[in-house]
């Protein structure tokens, strides 16, 4: 299988070279012959792509360790399951994971579209299969999977034991599937430039994997936070690494063209900013791909340094060119086919939120970069530190949250003053009277303050927004409350799954905000010592040590910390945290040593525990009280089930029969 796999990748490298020539030469002289080869090409590329996946797959978890990837990553005594995810733990496998899941889509983008789209269809295919070409070649060429060792060792290295997470083993596919399906609108929004097809027909075609990308996204960064959260022991879950603000940059232009795509579908308006959102959208997931990968930047996420840092680099300024030249030379061609009418209308605050999301993108980008450029033109490395991104993101995070609010509230085209006073009236109100309660109950801190006044007007929003439209079915067909809801939300998922995903980040910008307020003590404890200390509620909390325990299991020493904490003096669970040390099947130690914590969980807070050190019998603790965490995890599962709702397939007869429910005031007018 190791055999086959390697000669695999060739091949898939020929059949991908076949299907870009054949692909672009069939659309540019209009032979379906040409285009259909080029099809089946694509085809024989994806199917060997996934053979050469089998054969590192096989090599894995059979642990042949005459091929160096299986010798860095795995060992005879790592669990199956981690054994599995080394496919994507490494440099070499990550790129293969990545043609596999770059194929499988492309693949299943043409076969889709086999009988639709078909004068965007060559294009699509070409650029596709161009894509997966750049990635097959710089893994069999620049970073080769089967790459074998003279001498095979008796053992493997390991994975290193901050990658054995149950979370560890879905957040990497997550952000692949995310960042690799951006490949996909890019390969339309090439083909409508090039055969000038840029009205309605290749959004609708890339309207869905847009909104693939923006749900896999958002998983993987969610799953990614609460690795760091519960795995590298620092007490957050997000600190404005360079990797983090890689996979967060395709998702603040995919969250902005998932918002500007609804202002071309109803009113022909910016155009230009699709495009161009679908061409950054991609170039930042190579971006993305490029810092994790060529060993430019420090991070604990990314990986060593690399040889195909210098492919991607070449990449991105081919794509980078192609893409302005071909968006230059069609301006004329996406020129809005209706004007702004009003500054105070939701075209507009759709247009703001844009503005907004392209803002903060930009900052994040800029700070991340910084360290590579100056290297680069003053040869030292000058790193940016968290209070940059506090400082300019918080700000831009606060007004984005508020137009969150604005945009469902405010008419098309032109708000009326009626409009705006009916509709803002309530949330307003409901944000104000939540913002003077916590002023009362001793919320002093400006941007918290800020944070959750905002939030409440937003939920508000959402709040009344279901309301009416619940009531209005009720009125019209006399439905049930629970009938109402669901016939709403099930035959208007779009707008309905939009405003679940809006009480996602209400939920998340709530519990951002609670953090202000974390606690942190550093203290020494023997056994039977105790450690009292207030949480930010106010509540008295007393740990007593129960001493530090140890065992040998599997392949690794643990040393275990035992508190037993009270809150007011109530007992509660206890809470204990880990030092590892990870050994190979021979006994010898492997990385350094790593910790687990513990955590309990409340819907106020989290007490955070780590085992920093041991030393002499006294145990090195750090105790957090970390506020309204589990709310960050319960914001991310609310956005994923709302981009669920809007991706979720819908029925034609249920399209044909699905109507508007909204309520208007006297002379008020629904656009649809």
């Known amino acids: 299988m190791i055999l086959v796999g390697e000669l695999s990748l060739w091949i898939a490298l020929l059949m991908c070279a076949w299907s870009v020539t054949l692909s672009f030469a069939g659309g540019a002289m209009r032979r379906a012959d040409l285009v259909a080869s080029g099809e089946r090409g694509l085809y024989a590329g994806v199917g060997f792509v996934v053979l050469a996946s089998l054969g590192l797959w096989t090599a894995l978890i059979g642990s042949d360790f005459s091929l160096r990837y299986v010798a860095s990553f795995t060992s005879q005594n790592l669990p199956v399951v981690y054994k599995f995810s080394a496919f994507w733990g490494g440099q070499a496998g990550s790129m293969l994971f990545w043609c596999l899941v770059l194929g499988t889509y492309a693949a299943l983008a043409t076969w889709v579209n086999r009988r639709k789209n078909r004068e965007l269809m060559p294009w699509v295919t070409g650029t596709n299969a161009a894509v997966l070409l750049f990635f097959v070649a710089t893994t069999v060429i620049a970073t080769n999977p089967f790459e074998r060792l003279d001498w095979p060792p008796a053992d493997g290295r390991g994975l290193n034991p901050q990658l054995q997470n149950p979370a560890m083993a879905i957040h990497p596919p997550m952000l692949y599937f995310g960042y690799v399906a951006t490949a996909i609108p890019f390969g339309f929004a090439i083909a409508a430039l090039v055969t000038r097809r840029l009205d309605a027909e290749w959004l609708g075609a890339v309207r869905r994997w847009a909104l693939v990308s923006w749900f896999f996204l958002t998983i993987g960064i969610v799953l990614g936070m609460w690795w760091a959260y519960v795995e590298l022991g620092w007490g957050g879950y997000w600190m404005w690494d360079p990797v983090e603000n890689a996979s967060l940059l395709p998702w603040l232009t995919g969250t902005a063209f998932l918002h500007s795509i609804m202002i071309q579908e109803k009113r022909g308006m910016l155009r230009k900013w699709n495009v161009t959102l679908v061409v950054a959208t991609f170039l930042l997931s190579i971006l993305?791909?490029?810092?994790?990968?060529?060993?430019?930047?420090?991070?604990?996420?990314?990986?060593a340094q690399s040889p195909v840092g210098n492919w991607f680099v070449a990449f991105m300024l081919l794509a980078t060119v192609a893409s302005v030249w071909l968006v230059t030379i069609r301006l004329k061609d996406l020129e809005a086919k209706a004007q702004l009418e009003a500054m105070i209308s939701r075209e507009a605050a759709f247009l703001y939120n844009n503005l907004v999301l392209v803002g903060i993108a930009f900052s994040v980008l800029w700070g991340t970069l910084f360290p590579i450029l100056s290297e680069w033109a003053q040869g030292t490395k000058i790193t940016v530190g968290e209070s940059f991104f506090n400082a300019v993101n918080v700000p831009l995070g606060l007004l984005l949250l508020l137009l969150t609010g604005i945009g469902p509230l405010i008419a098309w085209r032109k708000a009326s003053v009626a409009n705006i006073q009916r509709q803002f009236l309530g949330p307003a109100l409901f944000g104000l009277v939540v913002g003077a309660a916590l002023w009362v109950l001793g919320a002093r801190a400006m941007s918290p303050l800020v944070a959750w006044t905002l939030a409440a007007f937003v939920a508000g929003t959402i709040v009344q927004e279901f309301y009416k439209g619940v009531g209005a079915r009720q009125q019209m067909y006399g439905e049930s409350l629970v009938l109402a809801f669901g016939?709403?939300?099930?035959?208007?998922?779009?707008?309905?799954?939009?405003?679940?995903?809006?009480?996602?980040?209400?939920?998340?910008?709530?519990?951002?905000?609670?953090?202000?307020?974390?606690?942190?003590?550093?203290v020494t404890l023997t056994e039977g010592q105790t450690f009292s200390a207030k949480d930010p509620f106010g509540r008295q909390w007393t740990f007593t040590s129960d001493g530090i325990s140890y065992a040998k299991v599997l392949n690794r020493e643990v040393w275990t910390l035992s508190l037993s904490p009270t809150m007011d003096g109530r007992p509660m669970p206890l809470i204990t945290s880990e030092k590892r040390q990870h050994f190979d099947s021979r006994g010898n130690p492997t990385f350094q040593p790593s910790t687990e914590v513990g955590i309990h969980e409340m819907q106020s807070q989290d007490v955070y525990l780590v085992l920093a050190g041991v030393n002499n019998g006294r145990a090195e603790v750090r105790i957090n009280f970390n506020p309204l965490v589990v709310w960050v995890w319960h914001g991310g599962a609310l956005m994923a089930l709302g981009g669920l709702l809007v991706m979720w397939p819908q029925s034609e007869r249920r399209r044909r029969q699905s109507g508007y429910v909204t309520a208007l005031a006297p002379g008020e007018v629904a656009t649809v």
């Open 487 to 522: 016939r709403l939300v099930a035959r208007n998922r779009r707008r309905y799954g939009g405003y679940v995903v809006h009480a996602g980040i209400v939920m998340l910008f709530a519990a951002f905000a609670g953090m202000a307020f974390r606690m942190e003590y550093d």
């Open 288 to 303: 993305g791909t490029f810092i994790t990968r060529s060993g430019v930047i420090n991070s604990v996420h990314s990986f």
